[in-house]
């Protein structure tokens, strides 16, 4: 491809305006072309591993969360949260890291399954497999452009030659590989168990999967009753689980029910008997003291069934109605249900008293379903009874912030399930397994014909290993999302044909995958290779409106991420996005856009006062001269002091991902002591007839800037570039070296900061006395104590004074 020729910018005449639209449309195609951007494997035949070899060959790793591609707009959540990480990328690049930073497309699963189904307003379960498939794979393809000219226009600067889906032959061997690895080790396996269900999706779910919603219920006060007709009340948000009853549990200490214990009790309107059985975890407090026990409404049935070895009576279907077990309420649904058993109880005389209340309740996050505890066959891994495991691995990863490694410690301790990685859906990677109809055995893929799809390809074997049965079915479920997302940080070392891309360097995400992607991240490395899969955890925050809520597209409260890049450019609202630190939610604030602008139209002002005082173009460095000829002033020294101090701050913030801390350091440096400060310092020695003084200025001027230039660089990537071009011969500062400490000018700055303290002072007299700063005052008493002798002259002249007393 032929590359776009850059401008000569040493012959042109810096514009008066800057153009954000026009250059940064200019920028995006040269950095395409040109691939600046792009991964440089090791070469062949080099030794070692690459990260040694020398500083140019040290690898930086970046496991980029892969977006879910179904989404129709795009907001500033999604720039925030993508943009701070990218902050990191672009500097490593300037560190001399040979940076591998692709993009992957999370196209498999529930949601775009969802957005399929609502976009074209069809039911999955009256059309084809294929059909459907298509349509996924058809708007995934349009979601990933949405993704890739959002990126480019914001200047995210991925490797675009490395990118995967989730849903592609790539990604699906690699999770096929994981599962069948996973079988062998026999962390893998498949059982009838009770799994958290969501009715509305018709597919088995995680823990992770789950959200916590308060709702307004009623709490129900429900007589059972004794053989001999004893009056025995339990309290249950849940009456439609009646017919799903299977025991009561008293505790043992509480007088008025131990006497019950080992007797039965008669489930109204069901009219069967359940054991009267006890447990110490019976709060005597709650309710009427008496516990319901059914097949399943929580954890707490699901535990008591398993302790007890109880009745199982799972009378829920897997669309969320009630199965023959319920008997009349057989073919409703769980509210209709609900509303049938109150009235008969009522009408029974059974129904003590209803007290409205508002409690959590457990629901799908993907459609806010409350989940439902079914008994089904599914897959899943073990994770429960290795917490201590799962905790000494997070410890060995660095968090940043570091108090986020809580969030992670918090669900590591919640875990009540082994993880179920089944779901019922049409699209997903398949389980790369048949099952023999006869015995059940699991007859896995040979992984050398990896990818495979069960569903239309032969298994293969002709007859079961185990029995010989001919009869060998494909397994239909698929996998969750998680058990295959979870697969990135190994699977880019196929991604980029190097194993010394694993583990990887960096994991970006926003703190609310912590319990998923991270987690199960972990849990997959841990059971391939022993160890953990990245080393630093980098955590965003939300995007949130002005009024701060979440920015979500039920609410409507967001400006699609094309209109604000339009708008205000693409460094204007990546300025937006240090706003808040790692791991803090960000508000949307046009007041903070529009600062943004400002620093880019401060840059550019700088720049032409430079170059419009400048003899000559890209003047060599102070240091690569003869300094005999350079007589510096104090207030070079004091300037190149002060940028040391900078770099020495930004380094040290942007080695620690403190991106925000590192833009205020730069800020606070170019806006107050630069350009506040130096260049007005230096106005009367570029105006004056000292030619040397006048050329040691020019050169510290151009020589300062050209450092600030860089050290903005990472985070507002458009304007440094442009103004970069008309002071350096380098093709792009992005891929040139990042700043370091300057030698200190040889001039004496004893007393200086006095100096800068009288001039603030008069400052203050001009500004209190709306006088231009540009006017020259015939003369004035200074309070501020300083060596007038050493720097009388100095200010008089950069603060324009005639005579200082």
Known sequence: MPETPKKSFSEQTFPKNYDFKETEKNWIKIWEENKYFKFKPREAGSSGSSRT????????????????????????GHIMSYAQAEFIVRYKRMRGYNVFYPMGFDDNGLPTERFVEKKYKI???????????????????KGIQTYKNLWNSLGISVDWSKTYSTIAPLATKVSQKSIIDLYKKGVLYKKELPIL???????????????????????????????????????????ELIPACVALYVNPADERYKNLIG?????????????????????????????????????????KWRTDNLETRNILTED?????????????????????????????????KQEDIEHSVNVHERCETPAELIHSKQW????????????????????????????????????????????????????????????????????????????????????????????????????DTWATSSCTPFL??????????????????????????????????????GDIPFKNIMVSGHGLDEQGRKISKRLGNYIPSEGLVEEYGADAIRYWATGAGLGQNLRFSPIEIKKGKQITTKLWNVAKFILSNEDSSKEALPQDKDKTVFI???????????????????????????????????????????????????????????????????????????????????????????????????ETIHLSSWPEKLEMPNADMDGFGEAIAAIDEIRKYKSENKISLGAELPEYNLNTKVNLEKYGEFISKAIKVKKIK
């Open 632 to 730: 510096f002033e104090p207030a070079d020294a004091w300037i190149t002091q002060e940028l040391n101090k900078t770099i020495d701050a930004a380094t040290n913030y942007f080695d620690e991902y403190q991106y925000a801390r590192a833009k205020t350091a730069v800020e606070e440096f170019f806006m107050s002591r630069f350009a506040d400060y130096y260049i007005e310092f230096v106005k009367y020695r570029l105006y004056g007839e000292d030619s040397a003084s006048k050329k040691v200025a020019q050169i510290t001027l151009k020589n300062i800037f050209v450092n600030i230039l860089k050290l903005y660089a990472p985070i507002i990537p458009f304007v440094t570039e442009e103004i970069y071009q008309y002071f350096s011969n380098e």
């Open 380 to 479: 899943f891994i073990k994770i429960a009874d290795m917490k201590e495991k799962w905790l000494e691995l997070g410890r060995k990863i660095k968090w940043y912030p570091d108090h986020m490694i809580n969030n992670y410690e918090l669900w590591v301790n919640s875990l009540k399930w082994d993880w179920c990685v089944s779901r019922q859906r049409f699209y997903g990677v398949p389980f790369p397994f048949w099952i023999c109809a006869d015995c059940g055995e699991i007859i896995a893929a040979d992984e050398s014909t990896l990818p495979v799809n069960p569903f239309e390809q032969e298994p293969p074997v002709k007859q079961c290993p185990k029995c010989k049965s001919g009869r060998i079915n494909p397994e239909t479920d698929v996998m």
């Open 492 to 529: 880019l070392k196929d991604l980029g044909e190097s194993d010394d891309l694993f583990p990887v360097d960096l994991r970006p995400n926003a703190h609310e995958i912590i319990r998923t992607w991270d987690f199960y991240s972990i849990v997959k490395s841990f059971y391939h290779f």
């Open 53 to 76: 070899i020398s500083q140019q060959n040290k690898l930086f790793v970046v496991d980029t969360p892969p977006p879910y591609v179904s989404a129709e707009h795009l907001h500033a």
């Open 123 to 141: 039911d999955k379960s009256k059309t084809t497999r294929s059909e459907f498939i298509k349509l996924c794979l058809e708007e995934t393809e």
């Open 263 to 303: 007797q039965k009790a008669i489930v109204p309107l069901a009219g069967y008997e359940v054991p009267i059985l006890s447990s110490e975890n019976v709060d005597k407090e709650t309710g009427a003291g008496l516990m319901m026990v059914c097949t399943w409404g929580d954890q707490e049935d699901l535990e």
């Open 320 to 352: 969320g109605h009630l199965n023959p077990l319920a008997g009349k309420y057989e073919g409703l649904t769980i509210e209709e249900a609900r509303e049938q058993i109150l009235n008969d109880l009522k009408e029974q005389n059974l129904l003590e």
């Open 197 to 239: 269900w969501c009715p509305f999706c018709q597919t088995a779910i995680s823990q992770s999967d789950l959200e916590d919603k308060t709702r307004s219920s009623k709490m129900n006060y429900i007589n059972f009753c004794s053989p001999s007709g004893q009056k025995l009340q339990i309290a249950t948000t849940r009456p």
